[in-house]
């Protein structure tokens, strides 16, 4: 039977390059309805999230059963706690499959390929228990199996199979932008996430002991072209927010070093040639962030890193985070994880783009400042492990610097990477410490976390462009579009999807209190 009808289902994804939960937008529903697309364009794709999926579960089960194909995208490897949305659960994917045993389904994102995480603190649901639930499970690039599906039939499709170049891929990114017009954030707060290139620079050294990311293999970078291209196109439909975020390293974006060099020297011409066509492609552009940086390409490259952060700054927009994946500051964790730096060079990597991106912009927040993850239950983890964690965070806060954030998270145990076969022992140590993790976290927020945020945005500090997203007891929270933003807390329950310019009058651990002006 031709497939006619097909039926996206947004679970969310989180991973290390990559963010799919709401107002961001990942790669994988542009990929999946590109790549059908790309093949017959008649085809009727409907887009859902799993937000609006909980408001009326009925409603999206009727839509799904008239359909010839079920999509559902899932994935949040990175443990995280969110405003805009929540990942789909294993429960929820359990309970819509029995609502749909009759149809043909698929599973795309990282969930298909390293399978289902419950967060952190724990192992990844095997791949081989979740066969039983999809017809299909699309371990490799989503346009590439579509594609074939529609063209060449299930026989001779192969959910395996993982791009050998951008070609297919940057055509089906430019023609699944149209499904970001069924997104509930469109035209509000949605912010798109833009993906720069595959796989870490590290993966010559074997990358880290829990990431995923540097298991694709060697890097596979997108030209500078064929990412404006795709802005051009997302700007005519209305995107206003975008993020630079999937990749491991924006500082080492097209380095002519990678694949020879652990730590591949910045190309600063190649960044400018890419802020800067996004900056002329997007003329109704109001946010433009990026997410991964490797501290220890800053740290290696001083002079290199400091022109390419002066870059970034010179055309993006202020409220910026480079987040940074420290992981640990305990030299032994260092080590017998393959992490990037070591502490010194962690907390050298913190000033330096303390130096180019700490003053204040337009919208009341400095320009760029870095973002710290800190993971917990790694092998060679002690309970002197958290000790050195805090003096070091508390060492940074001493000496005046800014941290944007601390995501202080347990470790995610996933498929294909070296803690597979180590996750009874991590699991042991996590259990072990899980009354260490509580009080380190207390005080971290406590200590550090407040202390910080009202360096950020002192109390008087006016904040511009916030929109309002939800109501939580006598509040409303606003944020700004972008990476990390501050959650403002303003009194009273005012009406939400509007912007709004608010007033520093307080702070909590991580966010800050406000007055709209």
């Given amino acids: 039977m031709p497939i006619r009808r097909v039926v996206i289902l947004d679970g969310y994804t989180d991973e290390p390059a990559g963010l799919g939960v709401p107002p961001f937008i990942n790669v994988y529903p542009r990929l999946v309805a590109g790549g059908i697309w790309l093949a017959d364009s008649s085809i009727e794709v409907r887009y859902f999230t799993v937000n609006l999926v909980r408001q009326n579960l009925g409603s999206f089960i009727n839509e799904a059963l008239l359909s010839d194909l079920v999509v559902l995208i899932a994935g949040a490897e990175v443990p995280g706690k969110y405003i805009g949305g929540r990942p789909i659960s294993l429960s929820e994917v359990v309970r819509i499959s029995t609502f749909l045993a009759d149809k043909d389904t698929a599973l795309v994102g990282p969930a298909a390929r390293y399978g289902f995480s419950s967060g952190g603190g724990s192992s990844a649901l095997d791949l081989a228990k979740l066969k039983n639930l999809f017809k299909y499970l699309v371990s490799g690039d989503p346009e590439i199996f579509f594609y074939q599906l529609i063209k060449v039939g299930p026989e001779r499709a192969e959910p395996w199979r993982l791009r050998e170049d951008y070609e297919l891929a940057d055509k089906a990114f430019t023609l699944g932008a149209n499904i970001v017009i069924q997104h509930p954030n469109y035209e509000w707060n949605l912010i798109v996430e833009l993906e720069t290139y595959r796989s870490c620079p590290r993966y010559i050294v074997g990358g ?26 997302l700007s005519k439909l209305g995107v206003k927010h975008y993020r630079v975020g999937k990749q491991a390293d924006i500082l080492t974006y097209m380095s002519h070093d990678t694949g020879i060099l652990e730590f591949p020297k910045p190309k600063v011409e190649a960044i400018e040639r890419l802020f800067h066509g996004v900056r002329t492609a997007a003329s109704n552009l109001r946010v433009l962030h990026i997410d991964n940086v490797n501290p220890g390409t800053v740290f290696h490259y001083r002079e290199e890193s400091v022109k390419a952060l002066k870059t970034i700054v010179k055309y993006h927009t202020p409220g910026d985070v480079a987040a940074l994946g420290v992981e640990s500051f305990d030299p032994r964790v260092v080590r017998a994880n393959n992490l990037k730096v070591y502490p010194d060079e962690a907390v050298e990597a913190i000033r330096i783009i303390n130096s180019i991106g700490s003053r204040r912009g337009w919208n009341g927040l400095p320009e760029l400042l870095p973002g710290i993850n800190i993971v917990l239950g790694l092998p060679g983890e002690t309970k002197e492990t958290y000790r050195i964690n805090y003096e070091y965070l508390k060492k ?112 909590k651990s991580k966010s800050a209190v406000g007055e709209v002006i």
């Fill in 208 to 233: 880290c002991s829990f990431c995923i990311d540097v298991r694709y293999g060697p890097v596979m970078y997108r030209r500078p072209e064929s990412i404006v291209r795709e802005v051009e196109v």
């Fill in 396 to 507: 940074v806060l001493d000496e005046g610097l800014l941290i944007r954030r601390i995501n202080v998270r347990k470790v995610a145990v996933l498929l294909n990477t070296p803690l597979w076969s180590m996750r009874n022992s991590v699991m042991h140590v996590l259990r072990k410490h899980s009354y260490l993790y509580k009080y380190f976290r207390l005080k971290v927020m406590r200590d550090i976390d407040k202390p910080m945020i009202t360096r950020i945005v002192p109390q008087g500090t006016i904040v511009d462009y916030l929109y309002t997203e939800r109501h939580s007891d006598s509040y409303t929270i606003a944020r700004q579009p972008g990476s990390y933003p501050i959650a403002f807390f303003i009194k009273g329950n005012l009406e939400l999807r509007k912007v709004i310019r608010a007033r520093v009058t307080g702070h």
